[in-house]
């Protein structure tokens, strides 16, 4: 289970980043996270992957205390996720050879992994070379080669075209069904949070407060995109949004 | 080979053709013992190949050679590091005290403390070399945006990590655009510290043939100065091409 308990942020210049977020997820659990821009989401993000510390409040996994990088956490960021300079395979391959995995073992499950997300015959590209869909699926490929009982996703799709964000975010929500991993996705899209959260964490303009927790049961069907329930979800949503604003 | 790899080397041809032509052109129209022509000047190169200009090359390889992998060894790791706020404020100062002053006039400097030997050279090229090495590595380690640094942090990236896959590779490509301009400048600076003191290199080969009015010993030199500044621009290049492939 995360646990976020009246996190604040204030930057050391004296912006206010976020202010008393309190929420939980729990485990296996999805959990969208949605605010407009400039409101928190990504330092929130940082803050849950231990990197950044909070100026007030705590962050807790299963009851302990993130005060560095969780080993079963990976993150996976919109731009700056991929390194530009490193191959498809070296990119996979990265956390694995930081955590100092055999060379043996590291080949093993990059490849499985490549061959498994239609990756295989890419591997020595460089990210350019690549479309933006599939940056983001070795990006995925990446978080997953870790094996992380946790994925923090901070707008991993937002850059790509309408068709290509459907199809990785059916990928995603097939992903969470099977391996059972625990999510945290930060998004600005309304349907995306209610395709994918099974709970939906809502924010204030910055600083970003909780403004709304919004249960989402009818999800986790890739189906659920076309369902009654899923519209009335989004505008349950969007309506709890502007709200706020 | 790719068509345009073979293309690329074509281009060359012709811009060297071009360029021996303009000068056989002007030694034409100047008919000067001042500007001989090529081909004399080429007979010129074979018949000093035959007595020193070999070695006089390898001497003048061996000291700018040195003296830029001295530049580098030092002004890599101080560039990079000044990634840490602690060290930058403590290296910052420095070049910008130093880095403006045209480091040539410390030459009398550095012929008190080292002598007129070689050593002096070296040290005088390498100087100037690793101050335009050292502001561009440091522009650079400076600018890598922090979500890398974070995204690798994440993984459970340490220190040593940080500097292996983000901020070196970053810088590399950077380095390397400093590295050309030091490379001609190094080779000017090569001239000038061969031109004293010394009786060996094309410096000297080309000071002493022009004392003697030796032309196309002169010439003989210039040509290995170019063919030296050369060299070190095409090795530069291949390394260039292996390690930023992702450029
Ligand atoms: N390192 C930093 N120093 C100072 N201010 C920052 C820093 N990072 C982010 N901010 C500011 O904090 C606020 C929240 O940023 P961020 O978490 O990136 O928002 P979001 O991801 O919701 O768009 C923004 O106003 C941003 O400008
Ligand atoms: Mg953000």
Redesign the interface.
Same mark, same amino acid.
């Given at each position: 289970m995360i646990e976020a308990l009246n996190v604040s942020m204030v930057y050391p210049n004296g912006i206010k980043a976020l202010k008393n977020v309190t929420f939980s997820v729990e485990k296996g659990e999805s959990c969208s996270i949605i605010g407009p821009s400039g409101c928190g989401k990504t330092t929130l993000l940082?803050i849950f992957?231990g990197?950044l510390k909070p100026t007030n409040g705590r962050v807790l996994i299963d009851g302990k205390e993130v005060v560095s990088?969780p080993?079963n956490?990976? *993150?996976i960021?919109q731009?700056?996720?991929l390194?530009?300079?490193?191959?498809v395979y070296e990119n996979v391959c *990265?956390?694995l050879k930081?955590?100092k995995v055999n060379k043996k073992e590291q080949k093993k499950i990059v490849e499985s992994l490549l061959k498994n997300l239609g990756l295989m015959e890419f591997k020595n590209y460089?990210p350019?070379e690549l479309s933006g869909g599939m940056q983001q699926r070795v990006a995925i490929a990446r978080a997953l080669a *870790?094996n992380p009982d946790i994925m *923090?996703m901070d707008e991993p799709f937002s850059s790509l075209d309408a068709l290509t964000r459907e199809k990785l975010q059916n990928f995603l929500l097939e992903l969470q069904n099977r391996d059972n991993i625990t999510t945290i996705l930060v998004t600005h899209s309304i349907e995306e949070a209610v395709f994918l959260g099974r709970r939906i964490v809502i924010l204030s303009p910055r600083p970003g407060k909780v403004v709304k927790i919004v249960d989402n049961q009818g999800m986790g069907d890739v189906d659920y995109r076309n369902k009654r329930e899923f519209f009335e979800k989004c505008r349950e949503v969007r309506k709890s949004i502007s709200l706020a604003i | 080979m790719s068509r345009s790899e073979k293309k690329h080397k074509l281009s060359y041809l012709i811009a060297a053709f071009l360029l021996i032509l303009a000068w056989s052109v002007i030694s034409h129209l100047l008919n000067s013992p001042a500007v001989p022509s090529p081909h004399l000047v080429f007979l010129s190169f074979i018949q000093q190949l035959e007595r020193d200009l070999i070695t006089h090359f390898l001497i003048s390889a061996y000291r700018v050679v040195y003296s830029i992998l001295l530049a580098l060894s030092l002004a890599i790791p101080i560039g990079l590091t000044t990634h840490e706020k602690v060290v930058d404020s403590f290296v910052a100062p420095f070049i910008y005290l130093l880095y403006p002053i045209p480091h040539i006039v410390f030459l009398p400097l550095i012929v008190i403390f080292f002598g007129i030997g070689d050593l002096s050279k070296i040290i005088l090229i390498a100087m100037i070399v690793f101050f335009q090495v050292l502001v561009t590595t440091r522009d650079a380690a400076r600018s890598v945006?922090k #979500?890398?640094i #974070?995204?690798?942090?994440?993984?459970?990236?340490n220190k040593k990590?940080i500097y292996i896959?983000?901020i070196f590779?970053?810088a590399?490509p950077k380095i390397i655009t400093a590295m050309r301009i030091g490379i001609g400048t190094s080779i000017a600076v090569l001239f000038f510290a061969e031109s004293f003191a010394t009786t060996k290199g094309l410096g000297y080969l080309i000071m002493d043939s022009w004392s003697r009015a030796d032309y196309p010993s002169l010439y003989a030199g210039i040509v290995s100065m170019a063919i030296l500044g050369f060299i070190l621009y095409l090795i530069l290049e291949l390394v260039e091409r292996r390690v930023c492939?992702?450029m």
């Open positions: 940082f992957s990197i990088p080993k956490a990976a *993150l960021l731009d700056f996720g390194f530009p300079w490193k191959t *990265l956390g930081i955590r460089y350019k *870790l *923090l | 945006n #979500y890398y #974070y995204s690798l942090l994440s993984l459970g990236a990590d896959h983000v590779p970053f590399l492939k992702w």
